[in-house]
């Protein structure tokens, strides 16, 4: 029963070839579930204390939409999901070994994602002029940081679409090895997700 | 079926140099991604640290020593730290803070989970690599910067952080009230950097043990480093990015006036008490999970018998990791707690004793008409063990809320902590370099020096930190300057001095492990593949193993404990030693 060695390129083989039973998915799947599970504890630090702080001092927050812009947010988080859409679209594409489908759902992306952390930078330089800055109290701290470290996930998603998207243009991805378009995926539903739970609780509530 | 390309025959050859010489000096030991290379790196960087923590230490014991006298060879530190030698409470501050800092998070951290989780998870497991060998690689390269910050943070104006390795808030979060404020700003960054350092190697160190052992190398067959690293690992990725989240409010605190923990503007202190405890009690397994795992390892070596009850040390281990996360209130009896909460955290915190307890047994039915063989690291596993216990149990006092309230904040807590993380991690680190150093570097660490080392950091380690139950039940605080402005204290100062001179003993007898460990890997006599007669994977492959590991992948037959198996005429079995099929009727053995 003697095996040669696996190759690092065939320990991420879908599963890897060679071992014990594992997760029964490839190692960059698992590893980004698990990666995952460390983002919701990070977001939870900050969900968690924005709440605590608000039970304890609701009399700090302002009624939604007075100081806040709802309604452009409120297109703002319409184009995350639909940025979602166009990551599963890219996604089904290249299962079918269209290449073409993907490079064009993937720039759908990137120019969505973009637009996102675009309209929320025009945001804060309007919040800024209106006198609401971070240090105005709870309301403004716990907005900033919360939305801030978002919009920080949002960024780094963006880079790495970006770098999947050049990945695509030199025709890296078949339909039977396209990990770097399902990893960045799930990644970028996961703040997708993370949106629409700050988008309630910062913006509506 | 999968394509086995033919260069990786070539790349698996038993010396392995056919495929390593061909990498230049940087590829090769600086921007590695072997995971024996940056194991090895960890290992120097958190030594450096461990030494500098230290140094620390004996500049605390001398100013509560001697307090107010001048300090040999103190007259080399700045006024700002301490004029003509003597130490200036602030800089006081700052040892203390930076003593714990260093140990915590630079020393005892990566020690474990840095240095061997890297090292033995893909040996031990029979895996080529990490899953992800350049997250690997940038997972140490990201720790180096943090630590340049951390050293750093002593040099800026204003002087280190100041508020305890705990930083509580508000202390840490106003400058004006610390007087710190570029060294708190530094530690902060500096953590948040470490954290997403531990945090890419913790998920590498899951996914690889998830998905890369070797064919037969079942859950159960796992040795119990293993199942402690990957439960560590585990902590480690759900804690870190608490820590990070806090931490960065605490930092947007101090730079951009957020109010988190203010309580001027609303914030609360008790926040950030939770979130440090929610992160630090799975920290505290953290730093203790992977120390048992080395212990079981190496006892059952030296023991030559079976570790005794694998699967309920397993399932002490998965306890201990998830009653750990519901503990954390037991830090926080003294801040203002509801009594009946208090006492919920006291239950949830006395039933972690059990799984301990279990563990303990275990270890000791484990050493049990064993044939025993004291090699050094079997001395060290076995003072893990006894420190252990006198660490938990000092913990159950702590844990009751009724005693607690009068030990809070004493001397009793700085021996309870010291006998869980030099007494039980820092004695089990000492046992694993002491094992696995033959593997690293291929060559012995002198036995002679080793013991010598052994003993004297035994013998000294108690003088230290037995008496300091002593002070803490006479009311003598942690953290304080001059213990002998207090008149009740006064009379307390013989045993300071004596544990101070002990602690100058102490430190000392680590320069005889420091030597041994640079001198042994130029002169050392050269290891065999199998110093210690073990039956893990790592044993049998060359000391120290190629680049790759595994000549073939190996296949696992059996689980990592068979010593003294009466199937085979040594007392040990590896566990990729195939056997001819046993006859009808003799398998009652297996």
Redesign the interface.
Known sequence: MAHATPTLEENMMDPPRGYEEGAGVYNEKLGMWVFLGSEIMFFTALIGSYIILRVAHPEAWKPPGEVLNVPLTAINTFLLICSSVTMVKAFAAIQDGNLAGLKRWLIATVIIGAGFVGVQVFEYIHLVNDGFVPSEGLYGSTFYTMTGFHGFHVTVGVICLMYVTWRAFQGKYSAADHRGVEVVGLYWHFVDLVWIILFTIVYLI | M?T??S???G??SATGEAHTHEMSFLRKYIFSTDHKIIGIQFLIMSLVFLLAGGVLAMVIRWQLGFPGQAMPGGGVLPDTMAPDGIVLPEFYNALVTMHGTFMVFFAIMPLLVGVFGNYLIPLKIG???M???RINMASFWIAVPAGIMMIAGFVVEGGHAAAGWTSYAPLSERADLSGVSMGQILWCISLIILGLSS?LG???Y??TV?????????WFRLPLSIWALFVTAILV??????L???I??LL?DQT?????FGPA????PL?WQH?FWFFGHPEVYILILPAMGFASDIIANGSRKPVFGYASMVFAILAIAVLGWGVWGHHMFMSGMNPTLGTSFMISTMLIAVPSAIKVFNWLGTIWLGSVRFHTPMLHAVAFVSMFIIGGLSGIFMASTPVDIYIHDTYFIVAHLHYVLFGGSLFAIFAAITYWYPKMFGRMMNPFWAKAHFVLTFVAYNFVFFPMHQLGLQGHMRRIFDPNEYEFLQHLQGLNTFISISAFVLFAAQFIFAINFIASWFVGEKAPDNPWDDNGLEWTVPSPPPH??????P??YRGPYEYSSPLVQEDFLPQNRELPPQPAGSAAHT
Do not use: C, E, W, Y
């Open positions: 999968p086995i390309k260069s990786v025959a790349h698996a895996a080529p690599d899953a992800f060998p945090i913790s998920f590498n899951i996914t998830i998905n890369l052992r070797a064919p037969g190398m079942h990725l759900l804690a870190m990015p608490i990070s989240g806090a960065i409010m947007f951009i006036g957020t109010h988190f503007q609303g914030g609360q926040l979130l790759g590991n595994f000549a073939t992948i296949r696992v």
